[in-house]
């Protein structure tokens, strides 16, 4: 079996890299990025454009069984999520021109109605008019993978809830490691996440899986009140009065006294608690809990902020 990883140079893609170097069930692994991989391992590196390869004969002409798309995975933005809907359009063409066999997308929690409840895959998603940009990104996403499913393309989608890791970094960075945490003034919305030796685990896994079903939801246990995640970060929670969160949060980051923007801010408020039954009965379920996962995250902050070495994922 030979896999094609897009944005291996990208955070979740190097956990996968590292992953495949300790266990690698993969005959090839071909990885492309815009710029060089710090790990590199088995892969096969090509350093290109993804909005300008032909992806098709990329595929042809490697013999391309998987393709795991983790480009865009972790970005936010307008100018991101309008490249992620038109690659992602483009990657669904290939794989049916290419016959791929495999097809592995990822999406996020936030595609899925407001809940306060965990939600199961069959739940109803978002409609796509009004949503940001980046949030309709994946709704497009999840449109192609649809599209597909009467093609000899096997997809499966990860929805997975905000992906942290050891090392201080991302969008929630921005957020959590601010002197208050901003919150919504009506709610104490629930915070749910996936340490990312977890999110990569659960990839490659789709990746393998002899029969996977089509979606699967990926956090780690026991998600968690904002004012709880406060609570174990020692910060107190700046509630935003209603109506004017995303306005006040525009205009101070655009004078540059937030470090954060909407989007960043919505990646903490917007996310939707997971039911993770079918992963963990298919694929694995997650090591690490929401909680565990802000902790490792709290003692890399911590370790960075007073220069100590950096914790080890588990």
């Known amino acids: 079996m030979k896999l094609l990883i897009t944005g291996v140079s990208g955070f979740i893609g190097q956990r996968v890299v590292a992953q495949l170097i300790r266990a690698n069930p993969f005959a090839q692994i071909h990885g492309i990025d815009r710029r060089p991989p710090r790990l590199l391992g088995p892969v096969r590196f090509v350093q290109a454009d993804l909005r300008t390869v032909d992806l098709a004969d990329l595929i042809v ?11 865009y995975a972790m970005r936010a933005g307008l100018s991101n999520a309008r490249d992620e809907a038109a690659f992602v359009r483009r990657l669904g063409t290939a794989a049916v021109e290419a ?26 998603l978002r409609a796509a008019r009004g949503q940001t940009p980046t949030v309709a990104a994946k709704l497009r996403t999840e449109a192609v993978a649809r ?36 919150g919504p003034g009506e709610r104490d919305p629930l915070v749910q996440l996936l340490h990312v030796d977890d999110a990569a685990s659960t990839f490659l896994a789709a ?34 009065p209603p109506g004017i969160s995303r306005v006040a949060v ?26 993770t039954r079918r992963l963990d009965e298919d694929l694995g379920a997650p090591r ?13 902050y911590e370790g960075d902020r007073r220069g100590l070495p950096r914790p080890a994922g588990r």
């Open 250 to 275: 525009g205009a101070l980051s655009h004078t540059r006294l937030l470090p954060l923007g909407a989007a960043e801010l919505g990646e903490l408020h917007g996310g939707v608690p997971l039911s």
């Open 99 to 124: 016959e791929l066999p495999r097809l592995v997308l990822a999406s996020r929690d936030r595609v899925y109605a407001p809940s306060d409840r965990p939600v199961r895959e069959d739940a109803p």
């Open 61 to 71: 002409t490697d013999g391309i069984d998987v393709v795991l798309h983790l480009a």
């Open 288 to 300: 690490y809990s929401t909680r565990q996962t802000l902790a490792v995250w709290r003692t890399g």
């Open 147 to 182: 599209e597909l499913a009467e093609s000899s393309t096997r997809v499966v989608v990860i929805r997975s809830a905000n992906i942290m890791g050891p090392r201080p970094g991302g969008n929630l960075q921005k957020v959590l490691s601010m002197r208050w945490i901003l």
């Open 207 to 240: 990746c393998t899986a002899p029969d996977p079903k089509p979606v699967y939801n990926a956090a780690g246990a026991d998600p968690l009140p904002l004012s709880v995640v406060a609570g174990i970060l020692e910060k107190q929670v700046l509630r935003l």
